[in-house]
C-alpha cells in the first residue's frame, strides 16, 4: 500500500499525521461516509520497470468531505480489523473498482489490471471468494486481471485457507509490505503468492544505506527463484527507479511514477501514457 495524497478532486489532501480517529470515531466516520457515497476508489499506477509501460493500478480507499477534503487513510486495516465495517469498505472499494477496470477495458485497454486491499474482516467470510467470482462474472472481467493485496494487518497462517480460495478462483495475490507485520518467507512457500510488495521504508533508503539495498536485491532474488513478481513501493526519484531497474525488480509504484487520483484522472493518465517521460536521460 502506498500512495497517500491524489490530485484532480478539487477537495485539499490532509496529511495522514493530521488524521488520527480511535476506534469508536474512525467506525462512525466510515460508516457516515457510506451511507452518504463519499467513499471513493482512487488509483495509483504500477509500472513495468524494464520499460516503463503502465501495468495496472493499486486502488487506494478515499473519504471525501466538503469541510476536511480527502481523507487519505486506511480505516479498515487500521482500527477495526475484525468488524463488519471493514468488510462494507472492502465491497465498496471493490464494486468501484471493477466498475472502473470494466469502463477502461471497455475503452479498448483490455491489458489493464487492479489491486485491491482486503481487510481480514472480509477473508474471515466464508463465501468471500464466492462473492468475489459473481462480481467479476457480472462486469465480465477475468479473473487474472485483479489482484488481491493481503495487507500486513491480516495475519496471513489464520487465512491461509481464504487465501488459497481467492487463487483458485483465478485472482493473483500479493503479499503488501513484505518484510513487514505477518508476512514472512514462511508465506511464499505455504501460500500462492504472484506478487511480493517491498516496504517503502527500504525503498526509501536504497541509494545511500548498502543494508537496505542488500536486503532488497536478495528480496528480489529470491522472488525470481521461485517465479514471484517484485514490486517496489514508494519510489520517489529518477535514481530510485533506475537503480531498481539495475537490480531486476519488476514493477515500480511511487510518486515518481503518479499519486492516487480519481477514475476520471486516471482514465486520462491511462490514455495519455508516455513511457518515454521516464526514460533516464542519457
Known sequence: MDGKGGPGSGLPVRGPAVIRHDAADAKSLVQSALAEHRLHAYHQPNVV?????????????????PSDGVEPIDLEKQLFLFDDAAALVDGEILQQSLDHLARLHGLGMERLQVSVNVSAASLCRRTYAEQLTAALAAKGISP??????????????????????????????????????YANLFHLKRLPVDFVKIDRRFISRICSDSSDRAIIDALI????????????????TAEQAALLRDMGCDIGQGYFFGKAMPFEAWRDLVATWNPLRFKESP
Open 221 to 236: 532474488g529470491l522472488t525470481k527463484t521461485l517465479g514471484i513478481q517484485s514490486i517496489a513501493e514508494g519510489i520517489e
Open 144 to 181: 487474472s486481471s485483479v489482484t488481491i493485496e493481503i495487507v500486513e494487518t491480516v495475519n496471513v497462517e489464520a487465512h491461509r485457507k481464504a487465501i488459497w480460495d481467492l487463487h483458485d478462483i483465478g485472482v493473483r495475490i500479493a503479499l503488501d509490505d513484505f518484510g513487514t507485520g
Open 49 to 65: 520497470l524494464g520499460d516503463n509501460g503502465l501495468f495496472a493500478s493499486e486502488v487506494l480507499t478515499r473519504i471525501h468531505s
